[in-house]
């Protein structure tokens, strides 16, 4: 069975600072999907990056970027010149990229305080 | 269309009483997820729909609880004879298979079960 495990429960950083959030995950299958999703308090989760197993390339979003390690089975995310709205829970994910079962695999997450 | 929906937003019952939630995916979408989101853990797949059926179920969801999306619309989650466990923000995501993978929750449906 996959895993995903965020070792982090809570990260602050300053504002306009750069902050790595961290995740590890467990599978046996060479393509999957990993995902990156920011919950703000009392609203609904949303997606902030994705990246495939099978690209080296490592997914890139404006402020938000991964550093996707395949066969270390990390996946880390950066945030740089951060921003007040930046503070929320984040969500390491995964999801099989073949088969049938499309449902995510979530680790317990990472609460993000900025500073001003 | 807007998003995800979810109705009610917040839900208070009675041990041993029943509750249904209701989640509106987004248009056209025809895979509907189910997760439960507890206090300082990540959400929990419960089940999913490909249009009104319903393909995988998980060892969490017990036989008190049932789901179904009738006409691959919308879908309803029920809890029978609820439990303080049942305690948990339920969350409903929806996406469409075949054109990207990314799944669009709705802001969940938090449950407090006294």
């Known amino acids: 069975a996959q895993t995903v495990t965020q070792s982090q429960p809570e990260m602050s950083v300053q504002e306009a600072e750069t902050v790595t959030l961290s995740c590890t995950y467990d599978t046996s299958e060479s393509d999957y999907y990993l995902f990156w999703y920011k919950q703000p308090p009392s609203r609904q989760m949303i997606l902030v990056i994705r990246q495939e197993a099978y690209k080296q390339q490592n997914a890139t979003e404006n402020r938000f970027s991964v550093n996707f390690q395949k066969a270390a089975k990390s996946f880390s995310l950066k945030i740089s010149d951060s921003q007040l709205g930046d503070a929320a829970m984040y969500f390491c994910a995964y999801r099989r990229m073949w088969g049938s079962q499309g449902n995510l695999i979530f680790g317990k997450g990472t609460k993000l305080s900025v500073k001003p | 269309d807007t998003g995800v929906s979810q109705d009610p937003r917040h839900k208070i019952t009675k041990r041993g009483q029943n509750v249904t939630f209701r989640c509106d995916p987004i248009?056209?979408?025809?895979?509907l997820y189910w997760y439960r989101q507890t206090l300082g853990q990540g959400p929990e797949f419960l089940t999913y729909f490909q249009n009104e059926a319903q393909l995988e179920k998980s060892r969490l969801l017990s036989d008190r609880f049932s789901a179904e999306r009738p006409k691959g619309s919308f879908s309803t989650l029920e809890i029978q004879r609820t439990e303080q466990g049942d305690s948990a923000m339920y969350l409903c995501?929806?996406?469409?298979?075949?054109?990207?993978?990314?799944?669009?929750f709705g802001p969940g449906t938090r449950l407090t079960v006294l």
């Open positions: 248009s056209e979408h025809n895979r």
């Open positions: 995501a929806s996406s469409l298979e075949g054109l990207g993978v990314e799944q669009f």
